[in-house]
C-alpha cells in the first residue's frame, strides 16, 4: 500500500479479520462476514518515520493499543469488498494527516485600538445595565 513517496506500506504487515457486521441488514448481515477489522503494528513497522508515528498515536485515540497495534473497523458497506477497500482508505488518510506537521502557533498582542474598542464597549454595557437599577427619589442619574 502505497501512502506517498517516502512511505509504502508492505501488505505483510497489515492484517485483515473478516467479522459479522451488527445493525440491520437481515439475513445477509447474520450469515456473511462482511465487516473488515484491519489491523498494523505501527510499533514496529519500519517505513513509517518516529515522527509520524508519535503524531499517530494522538491523532488514533482509541483505535491504537498500548501495544502500538493500530485497529480500523470497516462495516459501512453490504459487500467483503467495500469495506476492505473503505479500510484501506481510512488507515491511508489517517497516515496521511499524521504526516502533515502542525503550524507553530505564533502569539500576537491586541492592537491599541482594539484595547480601546473593548474598553469603550465595555463601558457602554455597564451604562446600560445601570439604567436598569431602582432609581431613588430625588437622585440624579
Known amino acids: 500500500m502505497r501512502i506517498n513517496e517516502q512511505i509504502q506500506i508492505s501488505e505483510s504487515e497489515i492484517s485483515e479479520v473478516f467479522i459479522r457486521s451488527g445493525g440491520p441488514g437481515g439475513q445477509n448481515i447474520n450469515k456473511v462476514a462482511t465487516a473488515v477489522q484491519l489491523k498494523i503494528n505501527i510499533a514496529s513497522s519500519a517505513t513509517i518515520p518516529d515522527h509520524v508515528k508519535r503524531r499517530l498515536k494522538r491523532l488514533a485515540g ?59 464597549q465595555k463601558k457602554k454595557r455597564g451604562k446600560v445595565k445601570s439604567y436598569r437599577k431602582k432609581v431613588n427619589p430625588g437622585s440624579e442619574i
Open 62 to 120: 482509541k483505535r491504537l493499543s498500548s501495544d502500538g497495534i493500530l485497529r480500523i473497523e470497516a462495516n459501512r458497506f453490504r459487500s467483503q469488498e467495500k469495506n476492505r477497500e473503505d479500510a484501506r482508505l481510512r488507515l491511508m488518510e489517517l497516515i496521511r494527516n499524521a504526516m502533515i506537521a502542525p503550524k507553530k502557533r505564533v502569539r500576537t498582542h491586541p492592537s491599541r485600538s482594539s484595547r480601546q474598542k473593548r474598553i469603550d
